[in-house]
């Protein structure tokens, strides 16, 4: 019974990371959604340029629940 219990468990910590997981993606299409994306610049150039940096941190921010179980 007690490798049951474990594998309910370890199952209901992975069920918890993907919802996480989903929650920070859901963030980040916010984000992109932001009007930060969706504006004119004040130099009259397109505003829907985002950073290749801002992308890589967001993507950390994401995977960095799948690092809390091994």
């Given at each position: 019974?007690?490798?049951?219990?474990?594998?309910?468990?370890?199952?209901?910590?992975?069920?918890?990371?993907?919802l996480r997981k989903n929650?920070?993606?859901?963030?980040?299409?916010?984000?992109?959604q932001s009007p930060k994306?969706?504006?004119?610049?004040?130099?009259g150039e397109r505003g829907?340029?985002?950073?290749?940096?801002?992308?890589?941190?967001?993507?950390?921010?994401?995977?960095?629940?799948?690092?809390?179980?091994?």
């Amino acid at each position: 019974m007690n490798h049951i219990h474990k594998l309910q468990n370890e199952n209901r910590e992975l069920n918890d990371q993907v919802l996480r997981k989903n929650e920070r993606i859901a963030e980040f299409r916010a984000h992109l959604q932001s009007p930060k994306f969706h504006a004119v610049q004040g130099d009259g150039e397109r505003g829907d340029w985002i950073s290749t940096g801002d992308v890589q941190r967001w993507l950390l921010y994401i995977e960095d629940l799948g690092r809390m179980y091994p």
